[in-house]
Nanobody, 116 residues
Framework: QVQLVESGGGLVQPGGSLRLSCAASGSIFSIYTMGWYRQAPGKKRELVADAFSSGTTNYADSVQGRFTISRDNAKNTVSLQMNSLKPEDTAVYFC??????????WGQGTQVTVSS
């Protein structure tokens, strides 16, 4: 079993920054990708950014240029630096890990609130 532990959420004013971190532990076979999803009230969970073992990264159009994902393959960690935050970034952010053969894991979620 794989456990994902997130940290770094909180309340920030518009234009501010936050950094989310996620550490994976347990019986990790081989990681295909680690990333971040978010879910706002009344909306579907959506991809924010992910990072493949190859080094390729993907970003949602809404966060491109403001968020940066980074992954440490040796430590099985992934971080999300969020700059120029907007009220519409308010959501619960979930860490995600997909193993090479498709098994998927989720963190418990961390709340990010952008408000003045």
């Amino acid at each position: 079993q794989v456990q994902l532990v997130e940290s770094g959420g909180g309340l920030v004013q518009p234009g501010g920054s936050l950094r989310l971190s996620c550490a994976a532990s347990g019986s990790i076979f081989s990681i295909y990708t680690m990333g971040w999803y978010r879910q706002a009230p009344g909306k579907k969970r959506e991809l924010v950014a992910d990072a493949f073992s190859s080094g390729t990264t993907n970003y949602a159009d809404s966060v491109q240029g403001r968020f940066t994902i980074s992954r440490d393959n040796a430590k099985n960690t992934v971080s999300l630096q969020m700059n120029s935050l907007k009220p519409e970034d308010t959501a619960v952010y979930f860490c995600n890990l997909i193993e090479l053969y498709g098994q998927q894991y989720w963190g418990q979620g961390t709340q990010v609130t952008v408000s003045s």
